[in-house]
């Protein structure tokens, strides 16, 4: 399985998550605009440093802007200093809960900016951290980027005293304890260069950014999230699915200044309603645990019905999948015949119709059935496996000339599909950037259904294939 990278002008697509193999124009002036978004709740003080960290900064008024989203607070956000020399719009969203996700969204949408920098209100980058950060979606639109958070007491710090210190004039403040679950997450991980479906815990959107084709593309942040916590992990999980590709860059610092979780009192609760509402929208089988139905599963499969197609053919085949794969969404067309209706529709796996769009963004895996087939439980959840990160994004199924199967992964097909909307052919794209392993039946184990399939045999345990 030979990968590349590829390149259109100064954008480049990496295969897999293999971001070492381009190198951002970092330390010079962005050549796209950047919007720079932080949302507010009633931390006027923070807020105010923050104001002096972007002032630090010596940002290219030309090419930055600064967008402060109010979640609803009892009192409007401090104005910035006439002396920042950036354009700052201050924009307003109803009390509705704790929405930072939703904040973020109302301030992406205000702007036109290319290049879109995430940091809470709270934390406040280093004079080069928005440069740093920046510059990789700008080389790799597919970039989903965090920096380095670091802890720091700047209780009763002033905006004067705070761009002193950031500006390196004045002494820094004291340290808190730096979060050692991220630190070695990035380090076990070589700064989220070997990545696999669980990854995602390693974004924090406090200091992150990405590229606005990327954030559009995926829906931005859930914006039903209405309690504190993880809707950062939620989107970076929904992105990596569809192909971003995770970077951590150390030397984009921003300091934080309240503890970290692990530091904070009824963390264990509050930790819990985050599992719960991560489990239900996220579909990594770690994330969610075993037993129940969501809403979205974990993989897609679309059977289509060639002319003649018996109605045993049609139930083998969707027993096949369902036996395989528990947490599955099977979808049929809406004009099967009557008897399949009826077999199936009490199962709340099986669906007549497409598929929603959401539906297709928050799975892992992409399964078409191009006519009747039979395939063990068991090289039905192989093969969605092998297409898990690192694997190939796409395996085909042929037999006799005839595509029986296709397997993907939404984390393929995602980067595949970004690339097309900037004219680059799909197939090669899914080959150079990911893989597309082609086999015959017989090496994948999928048997075409000929004739009637003898469904007492079948459920029975002894199927027959067909004549």
């Not at 070695?184 to 924090?204: C, F, H, P, T, W």
């Not at 067309?333 to 119709?353: N, T, W």
């Amino acid at each position: 399985m030979t990968t590349t990278v590829i390149s259109r002008g100064p954008n480049h697509w990496v295969p897999h998550n293999e971001w070492d193999l381009v190198v951002p124009a970092q330390g010079r002036p962005p050549g796209s605009a950047v919007a720079i978004i932080v949302p507010y709740f009633e931390q006027p003080d923070s807020l105010l440093r923050m104001y002096a960290a972007i002032g630090a900064a010596r940002l290219d008024p030309s090419k930055h802007e600064l967008i402060v989203v109010d979640d609803g607070s009892s009192e409007p956000p401090p104005q910035p200093p006439e002396e920042l020399g950036l354009a700052v719009r201050i924009l307003n969203q109803p009390d509705r809960g704790c929405r930072p996700g939703a904040a973020r969204n109302l301030g992406a949408a205000s702007t036109d900016a290319e290049l879109l920098v995430f940091f809470d209100s709270d934390t406040l980058p280093e004079p080069q951290t928005i440069g740093l950060l920046a510059s990789w979606p700008e080389a790799m639109p597919d970039a989903l980027v965090v920096g380095r958070r670091g802890h720091a007491d700047l209780a009763g710090w002033s905006p004067a005293e705070t761009e002193a210190w950031l500006s390196g004039s004045a002494a820094p403040p004291a340290r808190g304890d730096d979060p050692t679950w991220l630190e070695e997450g990035y380090r076990s991980s070589r700064n989220l260069l070997d990545v696999d479906d669980r990854s995602y815990r390693y974004v924090i959107s406090a200091v992150m950014a990405c590229h606005r084709s990327l954030y559009d593309d995926v829906g931005g942040f859930d914006p039903a999230r209405d309690e504190y916590g993880s809707e950062d992990w939620e989107f970076a999980s929904r992105a990596f699915n569809n192909g971003a590709v995770l970077i951590h860059e150390p030397d984009a610092i921003a300091w934080h200044d309240e503890p970290d979780w692990a530091g904070r009192d009824g963390r264990l609760a509050a930790k819990n309603r985050e599992t719960l509402y991560l489990s239900a929208a996220t579909a990594e089988p770690l994330t969610r645990g075993p037993g129940l139905i969501h809403h979205h599963p974990d993989t897609v499969a679309l059977v289509e019905l060639r002319p003649n197609t018996s109605d045993s053919q049609v139930v083998a085949t969707i027993h096949c999948l369902l036996a395989g794969i528990f947490d599955i969404n099977v979808h049929l067309p809406s004009d099967v015949p009557d008897a399949v209706r009826r077999h199936v529709e009490h199962d709340p796996r099986v669906h007549l119709g497409p598929p929603t769009p959401e539906e297709l963004l928050r799975c892992r895996t992409v399964v078409r059935v191009y006519g009747p087939a039979y395939w063990s439980p068991e090289r039905v959840r192989s093969i969605v496996d092998e297409v898990r990160p690192g694997g190939p994004g796409l395996i085909t199924v042929d037999h006799d000339g005839d595509r029986l199967a296709a397997v993907a992964s939404t984390r393929a097909l995602g980067r595949v599909r970004r690339a097309a909307m900037c004219g680059i052919d799909e197939n090669s794209a899914m080959t150079g950037l990911f893989g597309h392993d082609e086999r015959s039946a017989d090496a994948a184990g999928i048997h075409r259904l000929n004739g009637e399939v003898d469904l007492a045999a079948y459920f029975g345990g002894w199927a027959t294939h067909g004549s």
